[in-house]
Each structure stands twice: as structure tokens, then as C-alpha cells.
């Protein structure tokens, strides 16, 4: 089996990010409710995305790439974060976002700031992203350029190699604390995060189940088995991660990146009870899944329990929040 230091990794993140207890949310459900602060992975406004970068963009240095594609909607964190790191790299960095509708503000202004060539594809599918981003790479192929692709969210096992790899910060962090975690949350997205701390969590977490709180309606059970049999694949490893191991649950509301009333008031409680943001995108949606469940008895018997903050600040200055009820 191969260790994660195996793999080439570049320094992007400022990590470990901390851990520790939510102590007014942990009095009001009666439980030891940590919290892991991926939001503040220390490149631009935080993020999980920085984590995957650490490996994918390791990878593409290694082939002396110049420039690196991403695609994502149109305030993509994981665009934005590619940016950020690329440049940093001295590579440039082309986003292929998927339009819909007249979106500005937000992830937008920082792509910009990153110098990021912004192209938008009007369109409702990836696969005309995708085939925009293979016209695209040919050109720059043919002009001597050598592109690396990176499809959206990251979402590829070296991608997810970065959260098996917060999954043994986790059990670090855990012990030092003299913790154990009976359950984490996380927002699945395009499901490279869950992967990676779900097969993290075979690995470094033994007793702790991995719980994925989707906010697209995509079939994640599907793509968190296949990337985790990529992770098992790549890491050369006997460790075998299954269907039992995957605990997915749904908080969508009407649909993605809109925002939903549950997902804007877990924004408000975590803001007004412990002083940390959420989005409404990512984070607030799956908190308010933690929420729901927590209030369901999902976590009955359980003591102490983590949810992992992905990151998303951008979304606050680009998707307009609810009114509270
Ligand atoms: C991308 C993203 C996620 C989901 O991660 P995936 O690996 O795509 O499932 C969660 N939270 C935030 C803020 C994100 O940007």
C-alpha cells in the first residue's frame, strides 16, 4: 500500500486548519458538536477545493503544464480556487463555466482578481462545457501550449486524495483532543470530498461514520463508490470501502445553488450562535441537513460528533439570501 506522502503534494493551504468544539450549538442539542474549519484553508476566502489542488496541481507541474482548465457553474468556489493556486503557480488558469442566466458579483470578482480567463458556456449540460474545454486544448496544443484538464469540482481520486488526507489530520486532531468522533458531515457536491474522507475514514477514523449531505441532485452514492474505488486503486491499498459505508443524505430545497429556507436559517444560527459564516449553496444547506438530523435522532446515542465546514463565503455576496421567517 502507498502512504499519501507517496504522492507528489505542493504546499497551497495554510493546514492543519483548526478543530474544536461549538459550544453553544453543543448545549442546545446536548451534544459534543465539533466543528472542522476547511473554510479556512488559507487561499483566498478558504475552501475544500484547496485541498485537491494540492495534488492535481502537483501533478500538472510534474508534466510541465502551463495552463490548466476547470470547469463549474458560474460561481464555482472550486473555479475560483483553481484560479488562485494556478496563478500562484505561475500557470494560467482557464474557467469554462456553465451559464445560467445573468449571474455577476461573488466568485466572479474574485476570478477576476485572479487574472483567470473567464469563458462562459450557455448551456444546462457539462457535456457541452467538456466539449468546449477539448476545442479549447486542442488550440492550445496546437499553439505549444501543454494544458491540464481538470473537470469540475475536482472530483477525480487524486482530487480526493486531498480529503483522505483531512481525514488523517482529523484523526490526529481527534487524539490530541482525547476524541472520538462517532459520526462527521459534510456537503457533497460533486462528491470528491465525501470520497476522500469516507475512504479516509476506513483508513484513519476506524468508528466513524462518514455522513454526505447532498445539495444537487446527482447520484452520489454512485460517484462516491466509483471514486473510492479509484482512491483504493490509486493508493494500491487492500482497504476496501463499500455501499454500508456510505451514509448520504439530501437537503437540496428547490434545486442547486438556490437557496432554500432551511438552508438560509442554519446561515443565520451558525452566524448568530457560534459568530462563523456558512453559505447558502454548500455549508448552510448541509448544516441545516446536520440539523435535521440531529432533530430526527439520527445521532441518538451518539456523543460526539463533527461537522466539516467546507468552505463557500463567496456565495454570500453573489446569491441572495431569504428573508427571515
Ligand atoms: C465544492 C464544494 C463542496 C462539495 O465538495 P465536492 O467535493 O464537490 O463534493 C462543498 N462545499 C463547498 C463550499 C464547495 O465549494
Known sequence: MKQISDF???????????????????????????????DLTGVALGGNK??????????????????VLTAGGPQSNHAM????????????????????????????????????????????TYDDVYAEMERIMDELRQQGHTPYFIPVGGSVPLGS???????????????ALGVQFTSMVSATGSGGTYAGLTYGAKLFLPGTRSVGVGVCDDPFEDIAAELMEGLQELMESDVAATREDIFMKFEIGPGYAIPS???????RKLARSEGILVDPVYTGKALAGFFRLLDEGFFEGEENLLFVHTGGAGALFAVEMLPEE
Do not use: H, W
Request: glycine share 8%; net charge neutral; proline share 3%.
Open 8 to 38: 507528489p503534494k505542493l504546499s497551497l493551504g495554510v493546514l492543519p486548519t483548526p478543530l474544536y468544539k461549538l459550544e453553544n450549538l453543543s448545549r442546545e442539542y446536548g451534544k459534543n458538536i465539533y466543528i472542522k474549519r476547511d
Open 50 to 67: 484547496t485541498r485537491k489542488l494540492e495534488f492535481l496541481l502537483a501533478d500538472a507541474q510534474a508534466k510541465g503544464v502551463d495552463v
Open 81 to 124: 480556487l483553481t484560479a488562485a493556486c494556478a496563478s500562484r503557480l505561475g500557470m494560467k488558469a482557464i474557467l469554462v463555466l456553465k451559464k445560467r442566466g445573468e449571474l455577476t458579483g461573488g466568485n466572479l470578482i474574485l476570478d477576476e482578481i485572479y487574472g483567470a480567463d473567464v469563458r462562459f458556456v450557455d448551456t444546462d
Open 161 to 175: 486524495l486531498g480529503y483522505v488526507n483531512c481525514a488523517k489530520e482529523i484523526a490526529q486532531q481527534a487524539e
Open 261 to 267: 429556507p432551511e438552508g438560509c436559517a442554519a446561515v
